[in-house]
Structures are given as C-alpha cells and as structure tokens.
C-alpha cells in the first residue's frame, strides 16, 4: 500500500510478535480506506482469496463490521473471518455495532467461539462480551470467563481486560465471583492490575483490590 510507514511497521511489529506481514499502515488510515471500499463492491473485497498481509486482515474487519447489510449475512462473513485472526490488533479491531434482537444473534455467535481450540478465536469471544455487560447476560459473562483455558498470553489478557470492565459495571458481583474464582494466578492479578488502572475506581476500593492479589 502506498500509504505503508516504515517507522510505524516497526512500531506495530514491537506490539504484534510473531506478525510477520505489517506493512506499517496507521489505523485512522485504515478506517478512511474502508470507508471508500464499503461506498463499492465490499462483497468482492471480502470474497477476494488470500493469503491476506495484517492490514488487509484489519481492512476486512472494518468492512465486515460497518457495511450495510442483515445480521445473517454480517454472520456468515464472521464465520469465514474468524479463523483468520492471527493476533490482538487484528481481534481487537472488529467491533460490531448493532441493538435489539442482533445483539442476541451476535451472543449466540460468538459464545461457541469459547470452547474452540484457537487462542485467538477464545478472544474473540471474550473480547465480544465487553458488549454485553449487563443484568441480562452479567451471571453468564462471570462464568464463561472463569471457566475458559488457554495457555495463550493475549487469551488471558483478554480475560483479564473484560473481567476489569465488568467490575466496573457490577462490582460487588464481579468481586465474590474473583474471591472464588478458578482463573490461574497469571489472568487474575493481571485482572486486579486493570481494575487497579482504571481512572474509574476511587483510591480506597484500588488498596483494597491490592489486597487481594495472589503472591
């Protein structure tokens, strides 16, 4: 792409180890191009054969995620798309927007992604419950997370990153569920790290959380 960086690829290849097809193109870049993909043909763009470089990857998640189109068919993209998710940036870039019976469509897509052997497949899932923090799925979301594995440093992150954002939401429950939680000792004072961080939680609630951090 004309629009590749040097400096950035070396940039986003620190934060991606193992990624070995940056080409060093900024995210707001990316957004502008999807943008103007999705304005044409965004059907032949997502049905083009890889092999796919990190950008590319990034592009057909943009455009799987903003395109108009039904949930049904915006499912059937993801299916295809995420065995293709090789690392966080590419994950955490897909952000589905959608409300009302969609949003259940998307849970009940997504949860499945849980029990797959895939590290990054796991986090999908993971990473797709942060939208769905609420009295309606927040006993459903503790459990999930508590009972998913993987030996994977960017699964357990992910773990970590939402079970910090439903502690923001329901902090009493989210508490007694990490007092006995089966989450190795890695996920759960990296948890406790990311509640401790966050600007949203007052002094005295972050000594207490010190407090309970496995040695």
């Not at 590749?4 to 870049?29: A, H, N, Q, W």
């Not at 993209?77 to 998710?85: K, N, S, W």
């Not at 759960?188 to 966050?198: A, D, G, R, V």
Request: hydrophobic share 35%; aromatic share 10%.
């Amino acid at each position: 792409m004309a629009e590749s960086d040097e400096e950035y690829r070396e940039f986003s290849s620190k934060l991606t180890p193992g990624c070995e097809t940056i080409i060093g193109v900024r995210m707001p870049t990316l957004r502008k191009i999807s943008k103007e993909i999705i304005k044409g043909d965004w059907r032949s763009f997502l049905s083009e054969p890889g092999p796919y470089c990190h950008e590319e990857k990034i592009l057909m998640g943009l455009v799987i995620a903003n395109a108009k189109m039904d949930m049904d068919e915006r499912l059937a993209h993801l299916e295809r798309y995420v065995p293709l998710i090789d690392n966080w940036a590419v994950c955490d870039s897909l952000s589905i927007k959608c409300e009302g019976n969609d949003m259940e469509m998307l849970w009940n897509f997504a949860l499945p992604y849980l029990d797959r052997p895939g590290e990054y497949e796991k986090r999908f899932a993971v990473v797709t419950m942060m939208k769905f923090i609420d009295d309606d799925h927040i006993e459903r979301i503790l459990y999930e997370l508590n009972r998913v594995k993987h030996d994977g440093y960017y699964l357990k992150m992910g773990v970590a990153w939402t079970l910090s954002f439903c502690y923001i939401r329901f902090p009493e429950r989210t508490l007694e569920m990490l007092r006995t939680c089966d989450l190795d000792d890695f996920t759960y004072n990296k948890t406790l790290q990311k509640i401790i961080e966050s600007l949203r939680v007052d002094e005295g609630t972050k000594e207490m959380i010190k407090g309970l951090r496995r040695k």
